[in-house]
């Protein structure tokens, strides 16, 4: 179930159906009860009145005025009945009511017992019955026992529940659908910001609109706010992007046309030697530009910690590996303390372009020690130290300023220096060059 | 010295094995990661060069897989990408240096012979032993600094054994690592070159190179000299 709305429709509907479920069951049964009460209570009365109309007649039996105080007793069919039995169930008086009806005699209580009982006509009909059993003093002073019975058709109170029920659930089933329609309006309009994101991100999408407005509720504010700023670093990207491929697109061409210039002569010697030159210009091009936005690590709104230790110690067994023949001593300080925030493939461009290029200059020592800036902010400086012939200060600048005029950069090294210069940028660092105690250059940058 | 070259461009792959023959080399080629493997694991290597970006089975991958099975000749890496990420991932899954492209053949063929020399035990950049020396790049002996005129197998059997100097190489690890592919196969034939290598580098009979240990083998016995 992908949908907030469908979700919440039905919890909802299941929660209601369970609510109104086990209030129907209460009250119907509550209702029932006080029916049957009541019923009970009539026919109780009802037998009451039965008693005190009867007179101990002559032959032994008990005599009924012909009218009965209650006229339903009189009229056939009227849905309340009674009769009389003397011993032996045999038949003593019947109600006008029960004409032509046969009142089953049912569970007959001994003397002086009385009891309910549901039972039924032969037509099915559903009776409530309220017998007694009485001992009767005739004049002769002889008790002869005596079975009252009064019973009541249930059809009207059944008629009744049922009409009961069908109100009950048709209130509950109206209630339910307003309630399920309201919620879903709510959600509707609760669901109308996250919509409105849809809807603008797809404008993004499209380029008719530029970022997502303003006007949303206070939860949303946060996932706007950075949407927005991914937007706009997406779009930064991609412009950084094109104009990369568009500088290497162009810068490649007039090497290209050297090459194709200098094929129309490659009987002439040297020919080999000036088209490898213009090979590693095309070279010195291509990884310029490849790695500048891969730098971009300083702007993407994610940023991870570095880990500088594990990744220096990685990359200086690397390059132990690579220095094999030379076999520097390469010494390595860390504080702990020290951090960069960014792409750690940044980082390891940094000190790998260091690294190596002390462990090529270097005669046999090479120092790389990472310190922070800052004590309470942090920040990295990493010096790389090498005991080489070290860079004269004018051609630290010249170094500094290679790859600037890409077109006009001469083929052959220190662009490893520019790419430096470039990611410490980035980072809102610097790069400087200097004279090192091992006697050789030694390269600082710092990361703020 | 048997080399693999792993690489999937056909001229780049087929121009570079061309390439290491001509420097002494027998080359085996393998165009995919997983034809890479099978070769690396299954024949006779004395170094590998492997692309990174394969299809089937990513250069990373094999070197990682050659290292865990405990093959140790070097491993050289070719590679487009040469950001020192892609550098130290490749060094740190075993590899032992990398050359990226576009590169010229020297640069290979220099970096195998570092290399190889380095899987010999040798540091520096000359392989002097006794009055012997030999200069793997330009493919050359010298006694007492004198040229000596070698053919090409003739070459290779000194290359080998010296490389390996004070190491016991057998007559079948020789003519495994040595023959190209198709050759007639068999060891009588090194003891001739053995034989006719003895007469041009010790012809009276004097500093006695090569050692024939019977059963065993042949080793180079003089003393390396270690300089830088």
Redesign the interface.
């Known amino acids: 179930m992908s949908s907030l709305s469908a979700r919440l429709l039905v919890s909802v509907s299941v929660l209601l159906l369970f609510f109104f479920g086990v209030t129907i069951v209460v009250l119907d049964s509550a209702f029932r009860h006080a029916g049957e009460q009541a019923r009970q209570d009539i026919l109780d009365g009802q037998l009451m009145s039965l008693l005190a109309a009867a007179e101990p007649g002559e032959q032994g039996v008990v005599e009924m005025p012909p009218d009965m105080p209650e006229p339903r007793f009189s009229n056939i069919g009227s849905g309340l009945y009674a009769e009389i039995r003397g011993a032996q169930g045999v038949m003593v008086w019947r109600s006008r009511s029960a004409l032509g009806l046969e009142i089953p005699a049912g569970v007959t209580p001994q003397g002086g017992d009385q009891f309910f009982a549901e039972e039924f006509l032969a037509d099915g009909t559903p009776l409530l019955t309220y017998s007694i059993a009485v001992n009767w003093e005739f004049p002769d002073g002889e008790l002869r026992p005596f079975v009252f019975k009064v019973a009541e058709s249930l059809d009207s109170f059944n008629a009744q529940l049922a009409n009961f029920r069908r109100q009950l659930f048709g209130w509950f089933a109206a209630v339910a659908l307003i309630m399920l329609l309201s919620i879903s309006i709510l959600m509707g309009r609760l669901l109308r910001p996250l919509r409105q994101v849809e809807a603008e991100i797809k404008d993004i999408e499209d380029g008719s609109r530029a970022t997502l407005s303003d006007s949303y509720p206070t939860e949303l504010q946060g996932v706007a706010r950075n949407m927005n700023l991914l937007v706009s670093n997406e779009r930064a990207r991609s412009d950084r992007y094109r104009v990369t491929l568009d500088n290497l697109a162009h810068s490649l061409k007039t090497p290209l046309a050297a090459i194709r210039a200098l094929l129309a002569e490659r009987s002439k010697p040297g020919f080999e030697e000036r088209a490898n030159e213009q090979i590693d210009r095309m070279d010195e091009i291509v990884r310029y530009q490849l790695r500048k936005p891969a730098a971009s690590g300083a702007e993407s709104p994610v940023r991870t910690r570095v880990n500088i230790a594990a990744e220096l110690k990685k990359l200086v067994a690397g390059l132990q590996k690579v220095h094999h023949a030379k076999a520097p001593a390469i010494e390595l300080t860390v504080d702990p303390q020290a951090s960069m925030r960014g792409d750690s493939g940044d980082f390891l461009e940094l000190a790998g372009n260091l690294v190596d290029n002390a462990c090529k200059w270097c005669v046999a020592r090479v120092r790389v020690t990472v310190a922070v800036t800052d004590k309470a902010s942090g920040g990295m400086r990493l010096t790389v130290a090498d005991d080489g012939p070290g860079i004269p200060a004018d051609a630290a600048e010249a170094l500094l300023q290679r790859g600037t005029r890409l077109d006009e950069s001469t083929p052959g090294h220190g662009i490893g220096l520019a790419i430096v210069k470039d990611i410490a940028h980035s980072y809102g660092g610097e790069l400087t060059i200097a004279q090192s105690d091992l006697g050789g250059a030694e390269i600082t940058v710092t990361i703020p | 010295m048997r080399l693999l070259v792993i690489e999937d461009d056909n001229t780049l792959r087929e121009t570079l094995a061309a390439q290491l023959s001509e420097a002494g080399f027998a080359v085996e080629q393998a165009a995919d990661g997983k034809e890479g493997l099978y070769f690396a694991l299954e024949y006779p290597i004395d170094l590998a060069i492997i692309d990174l970006g394969l299809p089937q089975m990513s250069g990373l991958e094999i070197i990682r897989e050659l290292r865990k099975q405990g093959k140790s000749f070097p491993i050289l890496i070719l590679t487009a990408r040469?950001?020192?990420?892609d550098?130290?991932g490749?060094?740190?899954a075993g590899?032992?240096?990398?050359v990226v492209k576009?590169f010229?053949f020297e640069e290979v063929i220099a970096r195998v012979n570092?290399l190889v020399r380095?899987s010999g035990g040798w540091?520096?950049?000359e392989m002097i032993a006794g009055p012997v020396s030999l200069d793997l790049s330009r493919q050359e002996v010298k006694v007492n600094d004198v040229a000596i005129e070698l053919t090409s197998f003739e070459y290779k059997i000194i290359e080998y054994l010296m490389v390996r100097a004070g190491q016991v190489i057998s007559k079948t690890e020789l003519t495994e690592r040595l023959y190209d592919q198709d050759f007639e196969r068999d060891s009588n034939v090194i003891e001739v070159f053995v034989g006719r290598l003895r007469k041009k580098l010790d012809p009276d009979n004097s500093i006695k190179p090569i050692e024939t240990l019977r059963g065993r083998g042949y080793r180079f016995g003089l003393e390396r000299k270690q300089s830088t």
Not at chain 2, 82 to 85: F, G, I, N, S
Not at chain 2, 95 to 98: E, P, T
């Open positions: 040469d950001r020192w990420e550098k130290v490749g060094l740190d590899a032992d240096d990398y576009p010229q570092a380095r540091a520096s950049s």
